[in-house]
């Protein structure tokens, strides 16, 4: 065990911090009840499995659903703070699963760690007679302390999974697995505590770059929203919600088109409104697999391959300047 270094857990909350009422449920819990401190105590073997000495800090408390950008200002903050130290091997954090893969994509526009970076979460409460949030914290823990970790940017681990922040996505409301990487697989996966990866390091992820006290003040951070295109759009409610959102400040909006990025042409003259007023847009697919393929010259370059989340994520940074927005 290397006693000159650490892996640092952050908590922030989530179903994993979660306790029911009533003894062994699994859902009608509260989320974010018990402290990072309590979370680690529930495997003794953690220290073990990291090779490394272990701090946790509780960063934030909430359920993840209410996920701010308060939150992630600070996150990233501290996160460049502990990756910046020679002591610090690599980071844990403890999330809820409505938004991680939010919280995820965010850091890694932001910081673009060499150092492991891995966020772990549960589906049920600590409180559970089979909690799953244990186990993940376990395997989260293993990725981290991982030599191959280094270099793949920002990680998730769920249900023995790894996937990258890019790839990582929720797609079921219960179920233990219910994160998946939007059709490409994922980058491993944790086997009794070791590693077993699919592929080498992602490219580019370990590039240095401005850290990320650079970001303004989460209060200064432009608002984007997301506009849903479907069947039976209404031209008149559009552009009625459009303007309301340009005169509460609104900078920009991603599109949630169907199929290949589609948009319905009730949407138009709200969307023609919108950008002669100066608001950003961006179009993605509301499809859970693959990304937008786009002819040439086509949607004016408006198209991101991001899904609808991570695509606002990639846009606020890109009104704040932020040089390393991606997607």
């Not at 909006?253 to 409104?273: E, I, K, M, R, S």
């Amino acid at each position: 065990m290397e006693r000159d270094k650490n892996i640092v857990i952050l908590g922030t909350g989530g179903t994993i911090a979660g306790v029911a009422e009533q003894a062994g449920a699994s859902v009608g819990y509260r989320a974010a009840q018990l402290g990072v401190a309590q979370l680690l105590q529930a495997v003794p073997d953690l220290e073990r499995v990291a090779g490394a000495s272990l701090q946790a800090e509780q960063l934030a408390q909430l359920d993840s659903k209410d996920m701010d950008h308060a939150t992630w200002h600070a996150l990233a903050l501290r996160c460049a703070e502990l990756l910046a130290r020679d002591d610090v091997s690599g980071i844990v954090i403890t999330h809820g699963t409505d938004t991680l893969e939010e919280t995820a994509w965010f850091l890694q526009c932001v910081l673009r760690p060499a150092k492991p970076v891995v966020l772990t979460c549960a589906m049920r409460p600590a409180t559970a007679i089979s909690a799953d949030g244990p186990g993940n914290l376990r395997d989260a823990v293993a990725c981290a302390a991982d030599t191959q970790a280094a270099g793949r940017g920002v990680l998730a681990v769920v249900a023995g999974r790894v996937f990258s922040a890019r790839q990582v996505r929720k797609v079921h409301p219960y179920r233990v697995d219910a994160f998946d990487g939007s059709g490409a697989g994922p980058q491993g996966w944790v086997e009794e505590g070791l590693l077993r990866w699919a592929t080498g390091g992602l490219p580019g992820a370990a590039a240095a770059g401005s850290p990320a006290i650079a970001l303004p003040p989460a209060g200064q951070w432009p608002q984007v929203e997301l506009l849903h295109s479907h069947a039976g759009c209404n031209s008149a409610v559009a552009l009625a919600v459009m303007q309301a959102w340009h005169a509460a400040g609104v900078r920009a909006v991603v599109v949630v088109g169907t199929g290949n990025g589609t948009v319905h042409q009730a949407l138009g003259p709200a969307l023609d409104w919108a950008q002669a007023q100066g608001m950003a847009l961006r179009i993605t697919t509301r499809c859970e697999e693959g990304q937008v393929v786009q002819a040439e010259g086509a949607l004016d370059g408006r198209v991101s391959s991001l899904p609808a989340a991570k695509a606002r994520i990639s846009l606020m940074l890109e009104l704040m300047g932020w040089p390393r927005a991606l997607g």
